[in-house]
């Protein structure tokens, strides 16, 4: 590959990037994945399809909204232009991209990397304390927000000095982005980025509470359409993507918007996908391909009478480990065997996989096409068959965070170690443990114990708490907190929902507590660290 320079007049991406000595092995065998220097993946995406006459194709449906390639690509053009021209958007700027999966949101992002911009989505949840904490790590310029999501990004704004410009849409403001997008052409020459431009810094909860950046290349992108979709979910350019997960989660960002694109297909971007109405929005848009966490397939499996689902051909779990009774409801309930897989925010998408027919009650599957994968001992050497370890994946992507000492724990002698316990089983299939840390994983979310624990603790009658998931039916887990109170406060029922309620105002509302435990004391080492592990087995 010869090399191509930065389109970037930012540096601020290459700058922060690990030393390449810390970076994973890249490993890209096969045609799909040999990729030119120069690459915008907005072009390969969404321009192509333009250009090779299928602009009519429908790409994008929404509430009130039905875009062909044609009409996202105008669109995302005049955002691209309203960037640019109106605010100084110079390639290698970071935009934040804030509001519920919609088409505008996927125009948002097509705008900001046509531009040369970095994308930095964020959980429409998000509460004012975490976005400051995105805006200073990524040190973001510039804002896209829904504009019905505007309150918490200007009560954070007094503690983002970087963040210079915001501008709201799905509103009527004279000055908002549509009426500004409006007022252009919808002609746009894409900037000619280098294959390894970041285009996308995805943020990870991780376990401190402190959010991890994992920054992706346009080449990153492109590399994840052509592994597990195209060897593993095998969809084609008829079906229409659907599903629960925020474009901010690299696991909705493939599956409802790069992946589809890729291959010519449609999105219906729906912007509450909860359990009670997806299955109506399946009938609505004649869904085909539905993405959606385990939690959320338990609970609509009860639910899909009176709708016309007969459309539906391929279900895609992933986000947290499919129970083996949740893939039996939900092929009980439709006749469709759940593609279950396995990715990370730091490689993008998914790495372990298998497909429906393959499919096997408990295990996750095998290595895409274009991974490798193994189970590691503490040493960092292969364990053999049945042994549990930690996983350890390469492929075409890779982990490189930003700014980041965590990325010496996550990628160990070129391997990439998501944190998760595996074992390899006598067939070679991967089967999931746990996580290897303090993670919760509830209803198809990531939550960090000790983030919950510094929320509680900000509560005058709390003196001190453990948080850990506790096993749970419906969620896979659920957060539980065991607290210590203050002298002179009682635990009551009133006192559990006050402190749930507390939690729910302080951060993202769904990482609350759902079970509170009082307690005299907590288990703690003799240096005064709190024995989580102690309070998981109590």
């Not at 399809?49 to 039905?66: F, T």
């Not at 949840?125 to 927000?145: D, F, G, N, Y």
């Not at 999501?149 to 704004?157: G, I, M, N, T």
């Amino acid at each position: 590959m010869h090399d191509v320079g930065s389109a970037h007049v930012d540096t601020f991406a290459a700058d922060h990037l690990p030393p390449r000595e810390q970076w994973p092995d890249f490993v890209f065998d096969g045609p799909d994945l040999q990729f030119p220097a120069q690459l915008n993946c907005a072009t390969e995406l969404l321009d192509r399809w333009v250009a090779a006459g299928q602009g009519d194709r429908l790409a994008v449906l929404g509430e009130g909204v039905r875009w062909s390639y044609a009409g996202l690509q105008a669109q995302a053009n005049r955002i691209a232009r309203v960037l640019v021209e109106d605010l100084g958007l110079v390639p290698g700027n970071r935009v934040l991209l804030r509001g519920p999966n919609s088409p505008m949101l996927a125009a948002c992002w097509f705008g900001v990397v046509k531009a040369g911009g970095i994308a930095v989505g964020s959980m429409p949840l998000l509460r004012a304390k975490e976005l400051t904490q995105i805006v200073a790590k990524a040190e973001i310029s510039h804002a896209l927000c829904d504009a019905r999501l505007a309150d918490e990004l200007a009560l954070a704004r007094p503690g983002c000095p970087t963040l210079r410009h915001v501008l709201h849409f799905h509103g009527d403001a004279a000055d908002g982005l549509e009426a500004r997008a409006a007022a252009k052409p919808s002609d746009f020459d894409n900037v000619p980025t280098a294959a390894e431009d970041t285009c996308l810094i995805a943020f990870t909860s991780g376990t401190t509470g402190q959010p991890k950046g994992t920054m992706h290349f346009h080449r990153d992108v492109m590399a994840a359409c052509a592994c597990w979709p195209k060897h593993v979910l095998r969809a084609n350019a008829d079906d229409v993507f659907i599903g629960s997960p925020p474009l901010a989660f690299t696991f909705g960002l493939g599956g409802l918007l790069l992946f589809p694109l890729s291959i010519g297909a449609a999105a219906a971007l729906i912007e509450r996908p909860s359990p009670e109405a997806l299955p109506a929005a399946i009938d609505k848009y004649r869904a085909s391909v539905l993405f959606t966490a385990p939690t959320s397939y338990r609970a609509m499996a009860g639910k899909l009478a009176g709708h016309d689902i007969s459309s539906l051909r391929k279900c895609v779990a992933a986000g947290e480990a499919l129970p083996a009774a949740t893939r039996a409801l939900w092929k009980e309930a439709t006749g469709i065997e759940i593609i279950d897989g396995i990715g990370s925010t730091e490689m993008l998408h998914i790495f372990i996989s298998h497909d429906e027919a393959h499919a096997r009650p408990g295990a996750t599957g095998t290595a895409v096409p274009g991974y490798t994968a193994c189970v590691l001992d503490e040493r960092g050497r292969p364990l053999p068959r049945g042994q549990v370890g930690r996983l350890a994946v390469k492929g075409p992507t890779g982990c490189r965070y930003l700014a980041d000492p965590r990325q010496t724990e996550y990628v160990q002698h070129g391997w990439n170690v998501t944190g998760d316990a595996y074992l390899l089983d006598e067939d070679g299939s991967f089967v999931y443990q746990a996580r290897t840390d303090d993670m919760i994983v509830s209803g198809g979310y990531n939550i960090a114990g000790p983030e919950v624990e510094g929320a509680l603790l900000l509560h005058p009658k709390v003196a001190e708490c453990g948080v850990v998931g506790a096993a749970d039916e419906e969620r896979g887990q659920i957060v539980k907190a065991f607290v210590v109170l203050r002298p002179g406060h009682l635990p009551s029922p009133d006192l559990v929902r006050e402190l749930q309620d507390f939690v729910k105002q302080t951060i993202a509302p769904y990482k609350y507590p759902r079970a509170i435990e009082f307690r005299d004391t907590l288990p703690r080492t003799e240096t005064g660290k709190l024995q989580r592990f102690r309070l998981r087995t109590a």
